[in-house]
């Protein structure tokens, strides 16, 4: 096994417990009070978004563990990719600026598992050089970040679960 190849599965696996971790509870419901702004979103939004997480963490690790279709896995880091970009922008939104930071980062590991894995699309006859990949994330992460920034502009107030009754109401 190869430096690179031993580090990609590191990420991999690291991103897969992060967005299984994730995405769990969105799908059953709980704690999502420790999170900001999903008690504005529509439960079938939140659903949505935790089975994405899900099935993407799986698609990270399985496809390549089990030898069944191998080139899933970088198409499941784009995937993921997309995701935690939507993120960023939603904490950007929520003028959450170290989350959003964090959400990047993410979206940066996942780019890295995606243009490092690539081969195994180009291997599966699905014929796309690699540049592609490049070019498409390269001009995917600012406009979806700044789609959101346009159409989101007004912040969302963060909430401090449990303390509602307890704090002073504005006038």
């Known amino acids: 096994m190869t430096t690179v190849n031993f580090v990609l599965w590191g990420a991999q696996g690291f991103l897969a417990v992060f967005f299984l971790a994730a995405g769990a509870p969105k799908l059953i419901g709980r704690g999502l009070e420790r999170w900001t702004g999903f008690s504005d979103l529509p439960r079938p939004l939140v659903v949505f978004i935790g089975v994405t997480e899900v099935l993407g963490a799986a698609g990270l690790v399985l496809p390549m563990a089990t030898g069944i279709v191998p080139w899933l896995t ?82 969302v107030v963060a909430r401090v679960g449990g303390l509602e009754g307890l704090l002073p109401k504005a006038r």
């Open 74 to 155: 970088p198409l499941a880091a784009v995937g993921l990719g997309i995701i935690v970009l939507m993120a960023t922008g939603f904490h950007l939104r929520a003028d959450e600026r170290v989350n959003a930071l964090e959400t990047g980062l993410w979206a940066s590991i996942a780019a890295v598992i995606a243009i490092g894995r690539w081969d195994l699309v180009v291997a599966a006859h699905a014929y796309a050089p690699p540049w592609v990949l490049v070019l498409a994330l390269g001009l995917l992460v600012p406009s979806v970040i700044l789609n959101l920034i346009v159409l989101f502009k007004r912040p």
